[in-house]
Structure formats: structure tokens, C-alpha cells
């Protein structure tokens, strides 16, 4: 059985700081690619960031230098730290983990979602 819970979303004012934190069960994380997504009211869910099993991180534009993606395998966590947060990334962030293997199979799994609501 293979779980992804995300915590740590709430109501924060512009300008202020959020931890998300997504604790996988039932896998190997340390083989996957992690990612945070995020779905606005009336849009569709969108890229936020990755982070490789080797550690390396691609981000949106719109959150680079303000977002930053991480992960413990020995915990089996994946993190998102947000600064400066602004009224647009109110949302429900979404954490995703991929795997592709030698021949290309592609096994995937979502979590269900945080609330971040960003304002005064």
C-alpha cells in the first residue's frame, strides 16, 4: 500500500513563511522523483518543483527564490519551503512521486492535497 500525505498548509499573511511536508509510506523514496504541484481556484494543477533522486531541483518561475524543495530519504519525507509568499500562491499543493524504470514503465502516485491560503 503506498500513501503520500501532505501537512503544514494554513492561513498565512503576505509576505510571511510556510513549511510543507509531504511523508511517504509503502515506497523506497530514496528511487523516486518527488514533486510539488499546486491547483488555484478556476485554474489547472501546475509544476511547482522537483527534486531528483540525485538531489537535483528544477522550480516554476514563478517561485524561484522564494520556494525551495527538499527531501530526507531516511525519513521519507519530501519538503517544501515557501518565503515571501503572495496572494497568487493561494492553493492546494499537491505532492506527487514518479518512477520510470529501465524499459520506461512509469509508476506514479499522488497525495491529497494542503490548503495554503495566502492573506490579509
Known amino acids: 500500500q503506498v500513501q503520500l500525505v501532505e501537512s503544514g498548509g494554513g492561513l498565512v499573511q503576505p509576505g510571511g513563511s510556510l513549511r510543507l511536508s509531504c511523508a511517504a509510506s509503502?515506497?523506497?523514496?530514496?528511487?523516486?522523483?518527488m514533486g510539488w504541484y499546486r491547483q488555484a481556484p478556476g485554474k489547472q494543477r501546475e509544476l511547482v518543483a522537483t527534486i531528483t533522486d540525485g538531489g537535483s531541483t528544477n522550480y516554476a518561475d514563478s517561485v524561484k527564490g522564494r520556494f525551495t524543495i527538499s527531501r530526507d530519504n531516511a525519513k521519507s519525507t519530501v519538503y517544501l519551503q515557501m518565503n515571501s509568499l503572495k496572494p497568487e500562491d493561494t492553493a492546494v499543493y499537491y505532492c506527487?512521486?514518479?518512477?520510470?524504470?529501465?524499459?520506461?514503465?512509469?509508476?506514479?502516485?499522488w497525495g491529497q492535497g494542503t490548503q495554503v491560503t495566502v492573506s490579509s
Open positions: 506527487h512521486a514518479d518512477k520510470t524504470d529501465w524499459w520506461g514503465t512509469v509508476v506514479d502516485y
Open positions: 509503502g515506497i523506497m523514496l530514496s528511487i523516486y522523483v
